[in-house]
């Protein structure tokens, strides 16, 4: 093989190996979505709409879970109410019935 020849298998080796990379780096970028959050980017109605939806989607979940957590507090405290016990049974009766009036509506 002549100089000529191992120059240019060296630059085809190359050649390949940059290849791969670019495919590589394509690939990366294609599993990253960058193309989908540029064109976000450039549209910043569509941005403010998808925070929006996003942010009161929070909220409603925030707002179900506390009144779930809420009244699973509330039935626990019932329970340890009529088990009659002495000083906290008092506090607990206290509690349900101020929130128990305030779910009727009325002022206590």
Do not use: C
């Amino acid at each position: 093989m002549t100089d000529e020849n191992k120059d240019l298998i060296g630059v085809r080796h190359a050649l390949d190996a940059l290849e791969k990379r670019l495919q590589k780096v394509a690939s990366e970028m294609e599993r990253s979505q960058i193309a989908d959050y540029v064109q976000l980017l450039n549209r910043p109605y569509s941005l403010m709409w998808r925070n929006l939806l996003g942010g009161t989607a929070r909220g409603v979940g925030i707002a179900i879970g506390f009144t779930f957590f809420a009244a699973t507090i509330l039935y626990v405290l019932q329970l340890l109410g009529a088990l009659n016990l002495p000083i906290i049974g008092d506090y607990i009766a206290d509690i349900v019935r101020i929130v128990q009036h305030q779910l009727e509506g009325k002022t206590y």
